[in-house]
């Protein structure tokens, strides 16, 4: 399974990476990281349908995780990537709006990375 | 006819008008005109009683006689003393001829002409002495006159100069009043001032309480996560070493010293926030020591970014930076030169914020902070792609209390205390470069 983060903090990467240590090592998730939402879509276009599930900040300049969101919900219909969006604890705000641009699921800052794991579990 | 009775008539009338103004007059007045009315009656008797002649002469130098004694006796008629001169030789002459016709008949018909004669000297002498009297007389009251008026100027001098004291008495009083009110005035507006100045701080400070959380968030969530893939992954190197696989092991110990190398940049970076907000709203202690430059724009462009998202969700823009490494440190005051260009950044945003609300196609609202380094002073420019400053107003940005914001979003004292920070703090400038449409630069010149 290829997921693809979006963060504007790079050294979410080295958490990733070590965080699914065993999952990358197995095999059984690849990640790729892209540091800003202009650079999330750079890649989608290039290596289209390879990510079937998107992590996103949404949080970021420039282009917000909102933005990045709706644009991926109209471009790539099919099959439609899986998008999880990443939100500051108790910002009722974006979290109805990721909800109404047809975000898939949530998570709050700080990430939960054991929670992480069982949604990504049943998600395979 | 009986000349003495005429004189009695007409010294009683000179005495009553020349003494008509002094007091107890009124007894004398009445025995005066007693006097008068009785020589009258005496000179009308003389003329028709023409027999009687002798005996009316000499009852006429007698009365003549006993009016001189009183006038000299009497203290009352003390100022008419000059009649008793005039009047007196002829009354002792005119008596002593008498006496000569009556005693010496003889003597006085041999010498008669002579004896006239003197009584002629004497009448003489009495006009004369009367006339000398009246004149002097005449220079006396003029004299009294002038006393009197400078008497009466002196009072109305003395009358003014009361009334002046009271005028320039009452002139000082509200001089005095109104010195107050401005002092009092300038008081207010002094403390009024501080507080403009503490408000604009705090305005500013609330900008960047949102950015501040955001920014401290980040690197805490950093701080928990890695510690704890740090915790796990030294669960997997014990599991590693039990093995025996010792390769591994070390890769995994690689991670975590990397891992808290991690830790300490973020803990850091916190740091370095709470730090900056600290100094930020700290008036006192304003000493200028060496700053990095660079580190203070980025620290207050993310702030102010960050500030703005957490207010505003729609807002967003492209924040792009070119940081000259070769500056190194130079003496300002940090929190001082962090509010300025906090300030410029923050009006930057907001420029091309409202540019965005007119769904320009293409658009892309871009804020460019960057450095550089000149031979004698560091220039700090915050470029933004907004509307432009109109020129009928940019001469106008600096002034205190001016701002294009809707009533009640800017004190419009940002720029103003910018200015004042950087030209009188600094000794630098503040440049202003604008094209309406394309958008605004401002340069930030400090010597170094």
């Keep these: 399974m290829k997921i693809l983060v979006v963060d504007d903090e790079q050294d979410v990467q080295v958490l990733f990476e070590q965080r699914f240590r065993k999952e990358i090592k197995a095999g059984e998730m690849q990640f790729v990281f892209a540091f800003s939402g202009e650079n999330a879509l750079a890649y989608l276009n290039q290596h289209e349908h390879e990510a079937v599930l998107i992590l996103s900040d949404i949080n970021m300049p420039g282009m917000s995780g909102l933005d990045l969101l709706e644009k991926i919900k109209k471009t790539y219909v099919k099959p439609p990537p899986i998008v999880m969006m990443i939100t500051a604890y108790g910002d009722a705000e974006n979290f109805n709006m990721a909800k109404n641009l047809g975000a898939d699921d949530f998570l709050t800052k700080p990430l939960d990375f054991t929670l992480l794991k069982e949604k990504l579990k049943t998600i395979n | 006819m009986n000349f003495d009775f005429l004189l009695i008539v007409f010294v009683a009338r000179y005495l009553r008008t020349a003494l008509k103004n002094t007091q107890q007059n009124s007894v004398w007045d009445d025995r005066l005109k007693l006097a008068m009315y009785v020589a009258i009656a005496l000179f009308v008797a003389s003329v028709i009683f023409r027999d009687a ?18 006038l000299y006796k ?18 002792v002459v005119a008596t002593i001829i008498q006496f000569l016709q009556l005693v010496l008949p003889s003597f006085y018909r041999g010498n008669h002409s002579m004896v006239d004669s003197l009584k002629g000297f004497a009448v003489l002498w009495g006009i004369g002495v009367w006339m000398v009297t009246i004149k002097q007389k005449k220079e006396l009251d003029k ?24 005028q320039v008495a009452e002139r000082t009083a509200e001089l005095t009043r109104q010195k107050e009110a401005l002092e009092t005035a300038l008081q207010e507006l002094q403390s009024t001032q501080a ?51 010792i390769a591994e092991a070390m890769m995994i110990a690689d991670d975590i010293r990397q891992n808290l190398e991690k830790i300490n940049h973020h803990g850091k970076r916190a740091d370095a926030i709470v730090k900056g907000m600290l100094q930020h709203s700290r008036s006192s202690n304003s000493i200028k020591e060496p700053t ?33 490494e070769t500056i ?68 106008k940005i600096f002034q205190p209390f001016f701002t294009t914001k809707p009533s009640g979003q800017g004190t419009g004292l940002g720029l103003s205390m910018s200015y004042d920070i950087v030209t009188q703090g600094h000794g630098g400038t503040i440049k202003v470069e604008t094209a309406v449409g394309k958008g ?9």
């Design chain 2, 53 to 70: 002649e002798t005996i009316m002469a000499w009852v006429g130098h007698l009365c003549l006689l006993g009016c001189i004694y009183i």
């Design chain 2, 143 to 166: 004299t009294n006159e002038k006393v009197v008026q400078q008497e009466h100027d002196n009072r109305i001098i003395t009358a003014m100069k009361d009334e002046l004291e009271v």
């Design chain 2, 292 to 324: 990095d430059i660079n580190k203070l724009a980025d620290e207050y462009f993310r702030l102010a970014y960050h500030g703005l998202r957490a207010r505003d969700k729609s807002f967003n823009a492209t924040l792009k930076t070119d940081y000259d």
């Design chain 2, 440 to 448: 605004t630069t401002f340069i930030i010149s400090l010597p170094i």
């Design chain 2, 74 to 91: 009497e203290t009352f008629f003390k100022p008419a003393k000059s009649l008793i001169v005039a009047i007196l030789p002829y009354a």
């Design chain 2, 328 to 395: 190194g440190n130079i003496i300002i005051i940090p929190q001082d030169i962090g509010r300025v260009i906090l300030n410029l950044i923050t009006n930057a945003f907001y420029v091309v914020d409202e540019k965005r609300k007119f769904g320009i196609e293409g658009y892309e609202p871009t804020v460019f902070v960057s450095t550089k380094k000149r031979i004698d002073k560091v220039l700090i420019s915050v470029e933004d792609n907004g509307n432009g400053i109109p020129q009928s107003i940019v001469d």
């Design chain 2, 195 to 245: 507080q403009l100045i503490q408000s604009e701080k705090m305005a500013s400070l609330g900008e960047l309480t949102a950015g501040i959380a955001h920014e401290i968030q980040n690197p805490l969530n950093f701080v928990n996560n890695f510690s704890e893939v740090s915790n796990e992954l030294i669960g997997e190197m014990n599991e590693e070493l039990s093995k025996g696989d």
